[in-house]
């Protein structure tokens, strides 16, 4: 690895002197006249190291260094050696509590001067290195965290079991911001002839919200929804919700049962978006109503169920905010109508549609990565 050194030095004859002798080592260097090119070399060129005069023209290195260690860039932590006159004691103690890392006097002996660079180097290495590590190991966790959470989404065999069961095709897209979101979503069998879905939305990003995706997830594994209507269902796992959350966290929620015999979708919805039916009947779509307190906000929380009619050969469609919202600062966002468009025309010009089909108009224009976790499911009753 070749360490790129920065040398500010007012004096030309002694500046040429040291880069010479700097070169000659096999180190990469630049140089600057005074703390003013020095700044701007810093910013723009990130060297390993700092070689700074101390009194000097337009900026001097105190001066310098105070810049360059109050910034929040990344080079604000380069290492500072200064070179001072023998005999100025209070310019290299100031330097030293001010935030040098060494200092050199002048009349400058170049046997000393390799030796210090090296030593300030050899530290660079070290951090550099436990730093790398420290990020490979973040990194294989946050991966292992992903496949974790990933698997808690519906597996093929799961879908593939309902599908045969219930009459269905479904179709879905997930997609984290981040390496963990806060999205999921899932699908239970309740009998021959009705099966539940529910989509979940968690506020925030990262490791918090993708933890309460697993406890939550817990929760309706161990604790189904039974004989509880959706509304009552929301009811009782927001009031487990309220007490396991922190202020401030909260989940949207879309929840319902399909039921093939009666034709209907029963749904409760917690502050989520909308479910869409899309018919083939007559090429039109029914947009539902997603409106409720979240859940893990107030214990009172009053939550209603809701019906859509269904036909054979009727679609739902399910999806969190990012579908809608994403792309805002671009103007590409599509909006609640913009979906609403997409989707009649959808129903006017095609009748199998996956949920890709859908996504199709957004990921072509949708800004990477996203900035809020994507999910979308689509489920086509077959007969």
């Known amino acids: 690895m070749m360490f790129k050194i920065l040398c500010i030095e007012d004096e030309d004859n002694l500046r040429r002197d040291i880069c010479e002798e700097l ?4 180190y990469e260097v630049i140089e600057a006249a005074d703390g003013v090119e020095g700044l701007h070399l810093l910013q723009t060129q990130r060297p390993d190291l700092v070689l700074c005069d101390i009194r000097m ?14 910034c929040n860039a990344q080079w604000g932590n380069v290492p500072f050696i200064f070179l001072t006159a023998f005999g100025e004691r209070d310019d290299m103690l100031k330097g030293l509590r001010d935030g040098a890392d060494d200092f050199l006097t002048k009349p400058i002996d170049f046997d000393v001067l390799l030796v210090r660079v090296e030593t300030c180097l050899r530290q660079v290495r070290r951090v550099t290195s436990h730093a790398q590590n ?42 984290p911001s981040t390496e963990l979101g806060g999205d999921m979503w899932g699908v239970h069998l309740l009998g021959p002839d009705k099966v539940m879905f529910y989509l979940v939305d968690f506020s925030g990003h990262g ?20 004989d509880k209507s959706p509304a009552a269902y929301l009811t009782h796992l927001n009031h487990w919700m309220c007490n396991q959350l922190q202020t401030g966290q ?16 029963d749904y409760a919805a917690a502050g989520a978006r909308s479910p869409i039916r899309i018919s083939f009947s007559d090429y039109s779509i029914e947009v539902g109503n997603g409106k409720g307190v979240p859940l893990g906000i107030a214990q009172n929380a009053v939550y209603e169920d809701r019906r859509m009619k269904l036909s054979p050969l009727d679609k739902l469609f399910f999806y969190s905010d990012a579908l809608i919202e994403h792309g805002r600062k671009e103007n590409l966002s599509l909006g609640q ?28 224009v949708a800004p990477k990565p996203l900035d809020d976790d994507l999910t979308a499911i689509c489920i086509n009753w077959k007969s």
């Open 23 to 26: 070169r000659d080592t096999g």
């Open 57 to 70: 023209p337009r900026m001097d290195g105190h001066e310098l260094l105070s810049k360059v260690r109050t």
């Open 134 to 175: 420290s990020h490979d190991e973040i990194k294989k966790e946050m991966e292992r965290a992903h496949t974790m959470q990933s698997d808690l989404l519906p597996c093929q065999k799961t879908i593939k079991d309902v599908e045969e069961k219930g009459g269905l095709e479904i179709s879905s897209h997930y997609e």
């Open 207 to 226: 490791i918090s919200a993708a933890m309460n995706t697993f406890r939550l997830h817990s929760k309706i594994d161990s604790d189904p929804i039974g």
């Open 250 to 265: 909260f989940a949207t929620v879309l929840l319902g049962v399909f039921d093939r015999k009666a034709g209907y979708f």
């Open 337 to 364: 109508d913009g979906l609403e468009t997409m989707l009649l025309n959808l129903a006017q010009s095609q009748k199998n549609i996956t949920v890709e089909d859908i996504l199709a108009p957004f990921v072509a």
